[in-house]
């Protein structure tokens, strides 16, 4: 008898310890799989690691600082909220206020600020509105950068585009439009070395990103580096091949103009 009840009371306890070790370690998940998710989202302010309070948190934000760089006003930010009819609605179609006239480039951050104030102020529990809020947020505060990569994306792909060793419109050559610069009436009496600056500048108008290549030692060595196309990337011109082309297209053209002085014979 003695050693039955001795086995009833092991069992009980055993029980006991084992159903208090079982709710430990799934709290212990719970807390574990609550964290995760929330660092996954990114979706928790400093105040929740205890770090600062939800009005510092929101002073501190990029859309607040971006907002206060626009010309909002202080007592315009905290007019920014969602109206309290928006029971039943979308996220999408919640409606908002604001105070007075607020800037124009302001504008568009408005919904995304409201959406922040109601994350962080009022730390609503999750739902759908509340994962849409945030994705919200996110975008609006990731649409700068991505519009700046865009931009530099869609201009790397027009410069790739583009046959940069034809710099004329028709086509020409390096050699073509330095001849034709050399003849200009407003260029005709210039030296080359005072015509070279000008070809700097028509490579930058072209926009094939020019580079001065400089030789202390010898001028005449010095030259532009330019874009020239996809398959041979940059080339350069040096000042003396620069003199060569020049001289030469003034001589032909000195030609050219004495032959057409010539009368003819019939």
């Excluded at 179609?93 to 607020?102: A, N, V, Y």
């Excluded at 104030?117 to 950068?145: F, G, I």
């Excluded at 041979?232 to 297209?249: E, H, P, Y």
């Amino acid at each position: 008898m003695p050693s039955e009840c001795a086995e009833h009371d092991f069992r009980s306890f055993a029980r006991v310890f084992l159903a208090t070790f079982v709710a430990a370690l799934y709290a212990q998940f719970r807390n574990l799989l609550i964290k995760t998710k929330v660092k996954l989202e990114g979706r928790v302010t400093k105040e929740i690691a205890g770090i600062e309070t939800p009005k510092r948190y929101l002073e501190s934000h990029y859309l607040t600082r971006e907002l206060e760089r626009l010309g909002v006003t202080d007592e315009q930010r905290q007019a920014m909220r969602f109206r309290g009819t928006n029971k039943g609605l979308p996220f999408d179609r919640w409606p908002f206020t604001w105070l007075g006239t607020i800037p124009y480039q302001a504008s568009g951050l408005v919904r995304a600020y409201c959406a922040l104030k109601w994350l962080v102020l009022e730390n609503p529990s999750h739902s759908r509105d509340k994962e849409d809020a945030w994705r919200l947020v996110s975008e609006t505060v990731a649409a700068p950068t991505f519009a700046m990569g865009e931009r530099v994306r869609n201009a790397q792909s027009t410069r790739a585009k583009k046959l940069r060793g034809k710099l004329a419109a028709e086509g020409g050559t390096i050699g073509q439009v330095i001849a034709e610069l050399a003849v200009q009436r407003q260029h005709r009496r210039k030296t080359a070395k005072e015509l070279w600056p000008h070809l700097l500048a028509l490579l930058n108008e072209k926009d094939l990103d020019p580079k001065e290549v400089d030789d202390p030692k010898s001028p005449q060595k010095m030259a532009y580096e330019y874009d020239f196309n996809n398959a041979n990337g940059r080339k350069k011109i040096t000042f003396l091949r620069f003199q060569g082309i020049v001289s030469k297209a003034r001589r032909e053209k000195k030609r050219v103009n004495r032959a057409n002085d010539t009368p003819s014979v019939n």
